[in-house]
């Protein structure tokens, strides 16, 4: 196959960008998008403070703009994401205990019910676990309300959209050896034990020099896999250029095909422009929209 959701179907998996409402009307990435991908991801548009700007008061301009442009185009959609500790509304900042509680649980309910139907894999829960070494859970104004406020999301979701798969969705879980990854894995481990309704986990995969792809990724897949659940790579951005930058992306691809339960990758944006990164060349085209090597890399291992 000639592009990357074309080479990426040949083995049931998909390949996805995210995307940004605001870019719709450029001609040249709302081409390379139609082109190449075949699921999206809002980057910024499903999050608590699009859809819930003011409490109790919903908008989804933005993300309609997004999910109606992939639908239209026979794309499917990750929502992203329902319940965060980041990118709360400022009413939702300052909120804390059982009102807090009630309000995040309202919020997975308005929004998973308002999309059901249209959503492939919701990500649930992002981001709640700390970095560093203990392997525990991130503070936050969600975590103070009590440690299960993560299976409570889960439920609310499932009970919302039961077509939607549930995904928990974190960085730094992607070294094996990394106490962080294994705190993920316990949880995504006891959620299984006691039925509690989850059946992906995602890696966001946001890396650099500081943080490289590990040698032990499959690893990593592959024992999460295990546990029953699909694995995906969500939000895949590499800093650097050229064939170091192009071998890299090629061991992630390489690590999520070698794992039945990896179905799909999507990278954290279209042009090396289009990147939340301050600085950098870390996506798969370059500034006018060119492939780079790491793009030939993609494609010829799909
Ligand atoms: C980023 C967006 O790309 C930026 O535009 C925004 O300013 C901040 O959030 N982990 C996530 C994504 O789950 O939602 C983040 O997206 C990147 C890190």
Not at 124 to 139: C, I, L, P, T, W
Request: charged share 20%.
């Amino acid at each position: 196959a000639s592009t990357l959701a074309g080479a990426a179907q040949q083995s049931g998996r998909y390949f996805g960008t995210a995307v940004a409402a605001s870019r719709l009307g450029d001609s040249t990435y709302v081409g390379i998008l139609n082109r190449e991908f075949d699921m999206v991801t809002a980057e910024n548009e499903m999050k608590m403070d699009a859809t819930e700007p003011s409490q109790g008061r919903f908008s989804y301009g933005n993300a309609d703009r997004i999910v109606n442009q992939a639908i239209g185009q026979g794309k499917r959609v990750r929502g992203h994401a329902l319940a965060w500790h980041s990118q709360q509304p400022s009413w939702m900042q300052n909120m804390s205990g059982s009102s807090l509680r009630s309000a995040m649980l309202n919020h997975v309910t308005q929004v998973a019910t308002y999309y059901r139907g249209k959503i492939y894999a919701w990500d649930v829960v992002n981001e709640a676990f700390a970095d560093g070494s203990g392997g525990g859970r991130r503070d936050s104004n969600l975590q103070r309300t009590g440690n299960d406020w993560i299976e409570a999301a889960f439920r609310a979701a499932r009970a919302a959209d039961p077509g939607a798969k549930l995904c928990y969705n974190d960085y730094n879980t992607d070294n094996w050896s990394h106490a962080k990854t294994q705190g993920v894995y316990r949880m995504v481990q006891d959620f299984k034990t006691r039925g509690v309704p989850i059946d992906c986990v995602g890696f966001q995969a946001h890396f650099n020099s500081g943080n490289p792809v590990p040698s032990n990724y499959h690893t990593t897949l592959q024992n999460f896999a295990n546990l029953g659940v699909d694995v995906q790579i969500t939000e895949l951005d590499i800093e650097g250029s050229g064939s170091s930058q192009a071998q890299q992306y090629q061991g992630v691809v390489q690590a999520c095909l070698s794992v039945t339960r990896c179905t799909g990758i999507t990278v954290w944006g279209i042009r090396d422009s289009d990147s939340w990164r301050a600085s950098g060349t870390p996506l798969l085209f370059d500034n006018s929209g060119n492939k780079k090597a790491a793009y030939n890399s993609v494609l010829s291992v799909l």
